[in-house]
């Protein structure tokens, strides 16, 4: 394997007369650690007819973290989804980086697990202590080989460690550590998932957990008022609203990744030029009822960049009206690539669904909100995303809270969601700072029931409802919000429910729908 290690090293030689960003100079206005230098290669795994396993793409994950951590001029790249790919084809355009895509995973594991030289073993039957395992190969910079794996060649030249912190549990180990790992960022990931976020969570040397709660280390050590928590739960069986509100509470923000891949290197590749949305102006009209359709989940950032601009059911696919995604305005820093595609699209617009990560502001502590809101802000010009979208608990009248956020001239508008039924606020407008917070009117879901007075979920209900709204664009009655549920809609279904609407109905994106509520509604009252 020497010959391919001088390749990597001639390649990396003739990519040097590139004008990659090296880390220093990355822009210093960030919101999250720098990712380092721009790799020279990229080598893509899995190769074409190599038939790899769950073991082998966790070993991947990991050594891929590992080298994106150790810089360098190569970086290992996932390319078994879709999303993976479209990004890739991104990256080739705007940087000279070389792409190897035909070494199997034994080569590739000789060629630069030997880097490391030492690993430890898990045992994939019993993956209850999976992060423990994970995070003392990444702080003491070996791999992670499942135990079927160990009698391969590559692994007879590398030094095993022996992991004896088995009785420990999550939150004793990070306090044995505590010293060398990261406590910047966090991670709540389930162990049965061995390559999801992995990659990243090495990287970055984070704590990893799926505790009944979240581990005293993390939020002793944790910095800043305003942390990212990756993965996803991890709060003792708690349901959604309850472990979101345990990180909102205790200052944090959820950034669902858990099954993203790739983050440790799609950050390392920033965009070459500001990033530029098509907006159109306010429709001058005084006869339509303005519509605009927005897709749920536009915070879950493994969403963001595995399925939801490739897969046919959602952007991948052609509607027949303008729709409006939501994507963690994050996004810019940590997967740009993918943004870059998004933005290429025709009939999409995009808002910040809940700006740099899911949280509830309305059980903020202050200073959180504060911290929150200023780092919104930035992620969101710098997404060059104008409108914000909210999830909350009977918040949609707190006005000190949006006020937080709209104080701000990088965002224009507020769209406000309620954690059940999304669209309890029943279309309501109010004007926080001048500047319009709309409620959903509908929700287009499956199997939704709708308390009374509110409208129905199914396409005839909803088309029912909004045909007997006025079209008057000074009355707030003639703005309808409506979400799409992301599991249980497609584009077909709301080319389809479009097609049922009155003539006075017009569909339109959210910089128009919101330039129009200000345009025609900006003297309303808060009530």
């Not at 990004?87 to 000279?96: A, F």
């Not at 009698?151 to 990070?174: G, I, N, T, V, Y």
């Not at 162990?191 to 957990?209: E, H, Q, W």
């Not at 939704?448 to 008057?472: M, T």
């Amino acid at each position: 394997m020497g010959n391919l290690r001088e390749i990597f090293r001639l390649l990396a030689l003739f990519s040097t007369f590139s004008s990659a960003l090296t880390a220093s100079e990355e822009s210093s206005e960030r919101i999250l650690e720098p990712y380092g230098s721009v790799p020279k290669t990229l080598v893509c795994f899995p190769a074409d007819g190599d038939g790899i396993g769950g073991a082998a793409f966790a070993a991947l994950a990991h050594l891929q973290g590992l080298l994106a951590a150790r810089g360098g001029g190569e970086c290992l790249y996932n390319v078994s989804n879709e999303g993976a790919r479209a990004m890739l084809e991104i990256i080739r355009k705007d940087y000279p980086v070389s792409v190897v895509s035909d070494m199997k995973f034994d080569a590739v594991m000789e060629t630069f697990g030997g880097l490391f030289g030492k690993y430890v073993v898990y045992d994939e039957s019993r993956r209850e202590g999976f992060n423990k395992i994970a995070m003392f190969a990444a702080i003491n910079g070996a791999l992670i080989l499942e135990k079927s794996l160990v009698c391969r060649p590559f692994a007879a030249k590398w030094r095993r460690l022996d992991f004896e912190e088995a009785a420990l549990s999550e939150a004793q180990f990070m306090e044995k550590y505590a010293d060398r790992l990261n406590f910047s960022e966090a991670a709540a990931q389930n162990p049965s998932l061995t390559a999801g976020l992995r990659d990243y969570c090495v990287m970055r040397k984070i704590p990893v957990f799926w505790d009944a709660k979240i581990p005293r280390e993390i939020l002793r050590r944790k910095t800043g008022a305003c942390t990212p928590m990756m993965g996803w739960g991890g709060a003792g069986g708690l349901d959604e609203g309850g472990f979101i509100s345990l990180y909102t509470e205790n200052g944090f923000y959820s950034s669902p990744s858990d099954h993203a891949l790739n983050l440790s290197v799609l950050g390392k590749f920033p965009n070459r030029e500001a990033f530029r949305q098509t907006r159109a102006e306010a429709v001058e009209n005084a006869k339509k009822h303005l519509v605009c359709f927005i897709m749920t989940d536009g915070d879950n950032l493994a969403f963001n960049i595995n399925d939801m601009a490739v897969n046919p059911r959602w952007g991948g696919g052609e509607c027949s009206v303008p729709m409006t995604w939501g994507v963690n305005s994050l996004i810019c820093e940590q997967a740009p690539a993918m943004l870059k595609y998004l933005y290429a699209k025709k009939n999409a617009h995009y808002v910040a669904m809940s700006g740099i990560g899911y949280a509830y502001p309305s059980k903020m502590p202050k200073k959180t909100l504060e911290e929150f809101a200023r780092k919104t802000a930035f992620s969101m010009e710098k997404a060059d995303l104008r409108i914000l979208e909210v999830l909350d608990f009977d918040a949609f009248e707190k006005d000190a809270v949006w006020a937080e956020f709209l104080k701000y001239p990088q965002i224009d508008a507020i769209v406000y969601i309620d954690y059940y039924p999304y669209h309890k606020a029943d279309g309501k407008v109010r004007m926080v700072n001048g500047k319009p917070v709309a409620g959903l009117r509908a929700s287009f879901w499956e199997g939704l029931k709708s308390p009374p007075k509110l409208c129905g979920s199914s396409a005839e209900e909803i088309a029912a409802y909004v045909n007997l709204q006025p079209a008057d664009p000074a009355s707030e009655k003639s703005y309808s919000l409506i979400c799409v549920h992301a599991w249980s809609k497609t584009l077909d279904d709301v080319s389809a429910l479009a097609a049922k609407f009155s003539e006075n109905v017009e569909v339109v994106g959210a910089d128009v729908f919101f330039a129009s509520i200000k345009k025609h509604l900006s003297n309303k009252s808060k009530k």
